[in-house]
């Protein structure tokens, strides 16, 4: 059986949000996926060379969202 949920790691204990359907003692592996952030979970994906942080800014700014770019293609088809 393959479960995914979400955890929160507090006072060196995995938390898991929901209760689990597991027997009382069962063994189980885990594998552990950080959800960390968009910028670095996408992180590498472009040959960025200038400073990390004006990256982190550009990339978090929604001035350049993909939201925003379909707003301005809507503006400008308007009539």
């Known amino acids: 059986m393959v479960i995914t949920i979400e955890a929160i ?5 995995l938390k898991v949000k ?3 359907p597991l027997s009382e003692h069962e063994q189980v ?3 552990i996926e950080s959800k960390g952030n968009w910028v670095d979970r996408t ?11 004006d ?3 550009i990339a978090e700014d929604d001035e ?3 939201l925003e770019a379909y707003r301005f293609k809507d503006e400008s088809t308007d009539e």
Do not use: M
């Open 29 to 31: 592996q885990l594998t």
């Open 64 to 66: 350049f969202s993909i």
């Open 9 to 13: 790691y507090e006072d060196g204990v």
């Open 43 to 53: 992180a590498g994906l472009i040959q960025w060379t200038g400073d990390p942080e």
């Open 18 to 20: 929901r209760p689990l």
């Open 55 to 57: 990256l982190r800014r």
